[in-house]
């Protein structure tokens, strides 16, 4: 049962000696108090026809066994706009934490619901029946079945509409339009700004003509009488906003140019991988297949804006992001890797406007272990086999290599409960070499006929120096090669330039770019 002092209990008792006598006029008053029963739906408080703006002062009572939601049935003029605030704790009118707004229509269908800080609102059409039900819960209370414990004001206000807001959307330097269906796709926010600050009501791209117009909000209801701000966005382009304006009702709005400053470009940051005992340059599209990637560093970090595989002369040379936007002004590193190096990286540096910046020669470290002669199993048939691998390692240290090989799988694709795979082929094989001194070394692992059509399955070796604990002390390592169950059945082996892509991912070199960059 709900609590009311004295004052609203002689209120509510006027009301109804005067509706027994001139009839239902309770709503003159223009306000209204909570009584239970009002829940479920079916059950909500009818409130009948109302003056608007109305007003609903109720609380929410409930307990572990009987959780409380309020219901209200409305009548309006079928139509017409109305908004509906839900307030508790955080504007100071109830004690009601987070209120939550629901809007049904007469047969107790949800038609949608609201959570917003610091309070609830929904901006909704009535109904061609004339009848529209609110709820009053917590958040977040989707299902509407109650929990809440609190008190809370309810506010049904006429919306008084504008007409529209457009603008364009320009390149500050030129004043062309910036179109949005195609490059730099600029963009616009319409946010209504209000005593607790500015919130999104719309996003749309620019026309052809870089044009933006606004007639209503997300929920395709009218805008509203107040204040707005519009803020502009395009590829290659600083934001632009407009400083907030107040729109009249039934008012079209132009808000003129909204300019775009070009972000200050770089021409292009271009270098050389080399190897770093000999000069050599180290080509990206074969052995031993050297790329690089382009971070932009920021106050928080560098992030990776672009990665590509070095020319046949070691060459790279970056003129554009990820998206294909041009570089920004600011500071950058070079980060270089190829089979059977050290990565290497630059410095950080910074990269005037327009300026293109030569940062010379990367140069990697060549591992102390070599593997070549890659020898890898032939074609299986569809009912599988047994994979047999060589490969030749080489002893580059300027003392014997006494430690251990092995190697490696990982497979992906391959029908699994959780489709995919990473072992070892056997224990490790001791290896003993001199300096300079090389060896055949030999792998082998079963592929059985379960595997699925469609799998990759990869190879990789790790050379260990010291053979009491070569897993901690590697010397050498190379991604070997990749087979391919095909949708025949037949296992095949994947080109080299491809499975070199894969082996990257594998190591973590190759990164998507960064959300929203």
Request: charged fraction near 15%.
């Amino acid at each position: 049962m709900k609590r009311t002092d004295l004052a609203s209990k002689v209120l509510v008792l006027v009301v109804l000696i005067l509706g027994s006598v001139f009839g239902d006029i309770s709503m003159v008053f223009g306000q209204g108090l909570e009584e239970e029963p009002n829940h479920p739906c079916p059950t909500a408080q009818n409130f009948g026809a109302i003056a608007l703006p109305f007003t609903v002062n109720g609380s929410l009572d409930s307990t572990p066994e009987f959780p409380d939601v309020d219901f209200f049935t409305f009548t309006g003029t079928p139509g017409a706009s109305v908004r509906v605030d839900l307030e508790g704790a955080p504007t100071g009118k109830g004690t009601l934490g987070d209120p939550f707004l629901g809007f049904f229509d007469s047969t107790c269908n949800l038609i949608a619901f609201n959570y917003d800080f610091p309070s609830s609102r929904l901006v909704l059409t009535i109904p061609a029946d004339g009848v529209f039900i609110m709820a009053a819960t917590v958040c977040c209370d989707g299902g509407f079945t109650g929990g809440g414990v609190g008190t809370y004001q309810m506010t049904i206000t006429p919306i008084a509409a504008i007409g529209s807001i457009s603008g364009r959307v320009v390149d500050a330097a030129t004043g062309d339009p910036l179109p949005g269906n195609t490059d730099p796709f600029a963009s616009v926010r319409l946010l209504r700004c209000e005593e607790f600050g500015c919130f999104d009501v719309y996003n749309q791209s620019a026309d052809n003509e870089g044009r933006f117009h606004f007639t209503n909000d997300f929920s395709g209801q009218p805008l509203e009488v107040g204040t707005y701000q519009v803020i502009a966005f395009a590829n290659g382009y600083q934001q632009g906003q407009t400083d907030p304006f107040g729109v009249a009702e039934g008012e079209d709005r132009d808000v003129g140019d909204v300019p775009l400053q070009p972000i200050p470009a770089i021409g292009s940051i271009s270098g050389r991988v080399v190897d770093a005992a000999t000069g050599d340059p180290l080509p990206g599209n074969t052995d031993p297949f050297a790329s690089v990637q382009l971070l932009r560093c920021e106050e928080f970090g560098c992030f990776n804006v672009s990665d590509q595989s070095t020319d046949n002369e070691g060459r790279f040379h970056f003129t554009n992001d990820f998206s294909g936007q041009p570089l920004e002004v600011g500071t950058y590193q070079v980060i270089a890797f190829a089979n059977e190096y050290i990565q290497g990286q630059t410095d950080p540096f910074g990269v005037a406007e327009g300026e293109d910046r030569d940062v010379g020669d990367v140069p990697l470290q060549p591992f102390p272990v070599r593997i070549s002669e890659i020898r890898p199993c032939g074609s299986l048939p569809p009912e599988g086999g047994t994979c047999s691998y060589s490969v030749r390692v080489t002893n580059r240290l300027d003392s014997a290599l006494d430690g251990a090989a092995w190697s490696l799988v990982d497979s992906s694709g391959i029908g699994s409960l959780i489709d995919f795979t990473h072992f070892q082929t056997a224990n490790p094989q001791r290896m003993t070499l001199a300096p300079g001194a090389s060896k055949v070394v030999q792998f082998a692992f079963d592929v059985p006929n379960t595997v699925r059509d469609g799998a990759f399955i990869c190879t990789q070796v790790f050379i260990g120096q010291n053979r009491l604990q070569p897993f901690f002390n590697t010397a050498g390592q190379r991604g070997l090669f990749c087979i391919s169950k095909g949708f025949t059945g037949v296992f095949s082996v994947v080109p080299e330039k491809e499975a070199q892509k894969m082996f990257r991912q594998m190591n973590g070199r190759t990164l998507p770019p960064p959300k929203g960059k």
